[in-house]
C-alpha cells in the first residue's frame, strides 16, 4: 500500500455472517456485515477469529467479527480507474478455427 493512501484511512469494526459452502453444487464464502454496512472499491476487510474447516457437503454459518479500513477519496478512485484492468488479467480466454455447431 502507498504511505500516502495509509495516511488517508480510518478503521471500523462491525459485526458479520461467514457463510461457507463446500458442496457438489456451490464452493464458497460469503460475508454478510450487519447493520447494512457498505464495502466500497479499495475497502479492505479482516474477518477475525478462529481458522474454519466445513466438511465436503456442508454449508456453515459463523458469526465473527471484521475489521474494515476505509480507503480514501484518492485510493477509491484509483482503484475503480485500474480495477477493469486488474479484472482482465483474472480472465482466460481461448479461440478455435472450427465453427461450433
Known amino acids: 500500500m502507498n504511505p500516502i493512501f495509509a495516511l488517508m484511512r480510518r478503521r471500523e469494526t462491525v459485526d458479520c455472517t461467514v457463510e461457507i459452502n463446500n458442496t457438489f453444487d456451490q464452493l464458497g464464502a460469503h460475508v454478510r456485515f450487519d447493520n447494512g454496512v457498505v464495502v466500497q472499491p479499495g475497502d479492505e476487510v479482516l474477518v477475525h477469529g478462529a481458522p474454519v474447516a466445513v466438511p465436503y457437503g456442508r454449508q456453515e454459518t459463523f458469526r465473527r467479527e471484521a475489521t474494515i479500513v476505509r480507503a480514501g477519496a484518492l485510493e477509491r478512485a484509483w482503484t475503480r480507474v485500474t480495477g ?16 461450433l455447431s
Do not use: I, K, V
Not at 477493469?84 to 465453427?99: I, P, V
Open 84 to 99: 477493469d484492468f486488474e479484472m482482465m488479467e483474472l480472465c482466460e480466454f481461448s479461440f478455435t478455427e472450427r465453427a
